[in-house]
C-alpha cells in the first residue's frame, strides 16, 4: 500500500502497486503538457474558436431569419398605404377591381356617401357593387387621379385614410374608413365631397 502513495507513474492492479507498469495515456499526457508549455491555453483557445464560430454560425441563422419574417410581414401601414396606390392614378378597370377588393359587403356592410346621399351595401346587394362602382367611375376612365394630400390614421380594428385628390373635374375630399376583419381591412365607409 505505501508502494500506491508514493509511485506517481504506476498502475495498480489488485490492490497492489507495480511501478515496472507505467501507464501509456498519463504517461502521453504528462509529455505533451511538459513539452508544449501553454498547451492548456492553446486547447482553450481552440475550443473557445470553435465555439465562437458555433456561434456566430447560429447568430446569423437567427438575424437571417428574422430579416427573412420582416420581409414576409406587410404591416397594416403598408397594407393603408397599397390602398392609396389603389385609389389613385390612372383611371382604369384593373384600378376598379384592385381597390375593389378591400370591399366584400356581405361580412362588413358598406355604405357610400356622395355629395350627402347615402347608399349601403350589404349581403342583400353585394353584388351591384362593382357595376354601381364601374359606372360611377365611366365619366373619369382613362384620366388621371392624383394625390395631393393624405391622411392615414390607424386605430387597433379601424383606420381611416382621409385623401385630398385631383381630378380632371376638380379636387375631392375622400374618405375611407376601414375595419379589419380576420386579419383583412374592409372598407365600411366611402364619403366623397
Given at each position: 500500500m505505501s508502494n500506491c502513495r508514493t509511485a506517481t507513474r504506476s498502475r495498480c492492479h489488485n490492490d497492489t502497486l507495480t511501478s515496472e507498469s507505467p501507464s501509456p495515456f498519463r504517461e502521453t499526457?504528462?509529455?505533451?503538457?511538459?513539452?508544449?508549455?501553454?498547451?492548456?491555453?492553446?486547447l482553450f483557445s481552440l475550443a473557445m474558436r470553435r465555439t465562437g464560430i458555433h456561434l456566430l454560425v447560429i447568430l446569423s441563422l437567427v438575424v437571417g431569419t428574422a430579416a427573412a419574417v420582416d420581409a414576409a410581414v406587410?404591416?397594416?401601414?403598408?397594407?393603408?398605404?397599397?390602398?392609396?396606390?389603389?385609389?389613385?392614378?390612372e383611371v382604369s378597370s384593373r384600378r376598379i377591381d384592385s381597390a375593389l377588393q378591400y370591399a366584400d359587403p356581405t361580412r362588413v356592410?358598406?355604405?357610400?356617401?356622395?355629395?350627402?346621399r347615402r347608399h349601403r351595401y350589404n349581403d342583400r346587394n353585394a353584388s351591384k357593387l362593382q357595376a354601381d362602382a364601374?359606372?360611377?367611375?365611366a365619366p373619369l376612365a382613362g384620366s388621371h387621379v392624383s394625390l395631393l394630400q393624405e391622411d392615414i390614421h390607424l386605430d387597433g380594428e379601424s383606420a381611416r385614410i382621409a385623401l385630398r385628390l385631383r381630378?380632371?373635374?376638380?379636387?375631392?375630399?375622400?374618405v375611407f374608413d376601414l375595419r379589419r376583419e380576420n386579419d383583412e381591412w374592409l372598407l365600411r365607409r366611402v364619403t366623397v365631397n
Open positions: 499526457i504528462e509529455q505533451s503538457t511538459i513539452e508544449q508549455p501553454g498547451t492548456g491555453f492553446a406587410v404591416t397594416d401601414r403598408e397594407r393603408m398605404e397599397a390602398f392609396v396606390e389603389a385609389v389613385t392614378g356592410s358598406m355604405d357610400l356617401v356622395h355629395h350627402g364601374r359606372e360611377a367611375l381630378t380632371p373635374e376638380g379636387f375631392a375630399n375622400t
